[in-house]
C-alpha cells in the first residue's frame, strides 16, 4: 500500500511539497532450502544421481503452504551436491510425483546429467510403471487410454479430459488382479501430465481409491471394501477373514497410487538401470485385505 502522510492514497492522488511518502512492500520470498533431518528411503544411490522411494504425504519441492518439510529439505540434508537446474527451489529435481503418491522418484546431482536425463523425459525414453487399486471391475483385461488432459474448467486445481486445448496424454493399463467391486491395475505412461493416471483411470469409470480430487473419498474403509458383500452379516464377516475389529477402520487415506518401477540409461555409465519401489504398508495392506475378501466369498 502507498500512504502520503500515513494516509492511504488513491494512485490517482496528486503528490504535493513537503509530502511524506510510504509504502508498505511485501516481504521477500526466501529461495533458500532449509536442510531439514528426514530419513529418505534410498533404492539407489551413484555420484551423479539417486533413486528414492517416495513416502506418501510428502511434498517433493517447497511451494505455497509448503515451505519446510518437502523432499528437497530432506535433500538439502544428505547432500552435498544437488543439481540446480531446475532453480533454488527445486535443487535435484527432474521430476516430480503428486503428494499422496508414493515411490520411485530419480533425483540428480550432476548438472550435465540432469540435462541427459530430462531429455530422455522429452524424448519419451524412460519408462514408468505405476500400480493402482481402482474402483469396478474393468472389461478389458487392458487398454490404451489416449485422451488430452487440461486444466479443469471448474476447478483450476484440477486437471479434466479437455478436447478443445489439452496436451497429449497416452496411459496403458494390465489388470494384475481384480476382486469384488475392485481391480488392481498396472499402468504405464507414455506420457507424463499432472494427474494423469487419476484422470484418465477416472474417465473410464474406474476411479483409483481414495483419491480426494477424482474419487469423491479421501479414505477407504473396510466396509467400502466389503460392499459388494452387504447383503450379509460385514462385521461376522470381517471378524472371520481376521480384517480388523471395527469395519470402519481406514485401510488407506489417500490415493491407491504407487510409482513401482522406473527405467533409463545411467548418462555417464551408457547402462540402462530399472528399479522397483517396494509398495508402502497402507497400500500394501489395502491388497491383502482385498485378496482376503475375495478369498472369503470363494
Do not use: W
Not at 82 to 88: E, F, I, M, W
Amino acid at each position: 500500500a502507498v500512504k502520503v502522510n500515513d494516509v492511504a492514497v488513491k494512485s490517482s492522488y496528486e503528490i504535493k511539497l513537503n509530502d511524506t511518502i510510504s509504502i508498505d512492500l511485501p516481504a521477500e520470498s526466501s529461495d533458500h532450502i532449509t536442510p531439514e533431518d528426514i530419513p529418505l528411503n534410498i533404492i539407489f544411490e551413484d555420484e551423479y544421481l539417486m533413486v528414492l522411494n517416495k513416502t506418501p504425504d510428502t511434498v517433493v519441492h517447497p511451494a505455497r503452504g509448503h515451505s519446510s518439510g518437502t523432499l528437497v529439505n530432506a535433500l538439502a540434508f544428505h547432500c552435498n551436491n544437488l543439481s540446480s537446474l531446475n532453480g533454488p527451489l527445486r535443487p535435484g529435481i527432474v521430476h516430480r510425483l503428486d503428494r499422496d503418491t508414493s515411490g520411485a522418484i530419480l533425483v540428480v546431482k550432476d548438472e550435465k546429467v540432469h540435462k541427459h536425463l530430462a531429455l530422455q523425459f522429452e524424448n519419451r525414453e524412460i519408462t514408468k510403471e505405476y500400480l493402482a487399486v481402482v474402483k469396478g471391475e474393468t472389461e478389458l483385461d487392458s487398454d490404451k487410454i489416449d485422451l488430452p488432459i487440461g486444466k479443469d474448467k471448474r476447478d483450476r486445481k484440477k486437471m479434466a479430459i479437455r478436447h478443445d486445448n489439452g496436451k497429449n496424454a497416452v496411459s496403458i493399463f494390465e489388470v494384475l488382479e481384480r476382486f469384488p467391486g475392485f481391480t488392481l491395475v498396472k499402468v504405464f505412461l507414455e506420457t507424463g501430465r499432472t494427474h494423469q493416471i487419476r484422470v484418465h483411470m477416472k474417465t473410464i469409470g474406474h476411479p483409483v481409491i481414495a483419491d480426494s480430487a477424482y474419487s469423491n473419498s479421501e479414505a477407504c474403509y473396510i466396509e467400502d471394501l466389503m460392499a459388494p458383500v452387504l447383503n450379509k452379516d460385514i462385521h461376522n464377516l470381517a471378524k472371520e477373514a481376521e480384517l480388523c475389529n471395527n469395519v470402519t477402520d481406514p485401510i488407506i487415506e489417500r490415493q491407491a497410487l504407487h510409482a513401482y518401477k522406473i527405467g533409463f540409461i545411467h548418462p555417464v555409465t551408457n547402462k540402462a538401470l530399472e528399479f522397483t519401489a517396494e509398495i508402502p504398508e497402507d497400500m500394501g495392506n489395502l491388497i491383502t485385505t482385498l485378496r482376503k475378501i475375495k478369498t472369503l466369498l470363494n
